[in-house]
C-alpha cells in the first residue's frame, strides 16, 4: 500500500521568503501526486498535481512542485508567500484503482 | 461547474437523533467520496462510490450510512452518534470509475457537532 510522509507539521516562515514543504512517498508501483490546500473552515484546494510526463509541475497561486522518483520526493515550492498562503498543506497519493491517502498536514505560517 | 456542495455548513445534533449530510455535483464524476477530518488531522477515507455502487466501506460504524441516489448525489445519513465523531465531514468527487487517475474535487464540509 502507498503512504505519505510529510517531513515538517509547521513551518514559519517570514513574508516574501520563500518555502518549500517537503513530500515523500512510499510506493512500489507507479502512483500519482497531488498537494492540496485547506484555508481554515474549509474543504480541499487542489494546488497542483503529477500523474505522468514533466517532473516539474506548476499549479495555482504561484506554487510548483518537482516530481523525484529516485529520491522518492514530491516537494512543494513557492518563491516568495504572502500572508494569504497562511493554511494546512496536504500532499496525498493514490494509484489508479485506489483513492487519495493523505499526509499528516503541514501548517504554513507566513509571518509579516 | 467544478463546484462540490454540501449541505448544511453546520449541523449540531444529539445522540439519540437522526440526521443526513448531502453532497452534491453536476459535473458528470462517477465516483464520490466520504472523508472524515478531525481538528488538526488529515482527512480520512469512509467510503467510496464508483458508478453509484458502494466500492470501498473502510470499516466505518453501522450508525454512519451512505446513500447514492444517482450520478450526482451523496447522501450520509446519521443514528446514534457519539461525541467523538463530532468532526469536519468532507465530500468529494472525481472522474471515471477508478478514483485514482485524476484529482478530486472537495466540497466546503459540514461541521458536526455531537451533543
Known amino acids: 500500500a502507498q503512504s505519505v510522509t510529510q517531513l515538517d507539521s509547521q513551518v514559519p516562515v517570514f513574508e516574501e521568503a520563500p518555502v518549500e514543504l517537503r513530500c515523500n512517498y512510499s510506493?512500489?508501483?507507479?502512483?500519482?501526486l497531488f498537494w492540496y490546500v485547506q484555508y481554515p473552515n474549509q474543504g480541499l484546494q487542489l494546488l497542483l498535481k503529477?500523474?505522468?510526463?514533466?517532473?516539474l509541475v506548476k499549479g495555482i497561486n504561484g506554487f510548483e512542485a518537482e516530481f523525484n522518483k529516485s529520491q522518492t520526493s514530491f516537494h512543494l515550492r513557492k518563491p516568495s508567500v504572502h500572508i494569504s498562503d497562511t493554511a494546512e498543506y496536504f500532499c496525498?497519493?493514490?494509484?489508479?484503482?485506489?483513492?487519495?491517502?493523505f499526509g499528516k498536514g503541514t501548517r504554513l505560517s507566513v509571518i509579516a | 461547474d467544478t463546484e462540490v456542495t454540501q449541505t448544511p455548513k453546520h449541523l449540531v445534533m444529539g445522540m439519540t437523533n437522526k440526521k443526513s449530510l448531502k453532497c452534491e455535483q453536476h459535473m458528470g464524476h462517477r465516483a464520490m467520496y466520504w472523508y472524515k477530518q478531525k481538528a488538526k488531522k488529515p482527512p480520512e477515507l469512509m467510503f467510496v462510490?464508483?458508478?453509484?455502487?458502494?466500492?470501498i466501506n473502510e470499516s466505518v460504524p453501522s450508525r454512519f450510512s451512505p446513500e447514492c441516489p444517482n450520478s450526482s448525489l451523496l447522501n450520509l445519513h446519521l443514528h446514534a452518534l457519539q461525541p467523538e465523531d463530532s468532526a469536519l465531514y468532507l465530500c468529494a468527487s472525481s472522474q471515471g470509475g477508478p478514483p485514482g487517475a485524476t484529482e478530486a474535487f472537495f466540497g466546503q464540509g459540514t461541521r458536526l457537532t455531537v451533543v
Open positions: 496525498a497519493v493514490s494509484r489508479s484503482s485506489t483513492p487519495l491517502v
Open positions: 462510490y464508483s458508478y453509484e455502487k458502494l466500492s
Open positions: 510506493s512500489s508501483v507507479s502512483v500519482y
Open positions: 503529477y500523474l505522468s510526463g514533466s517532473t
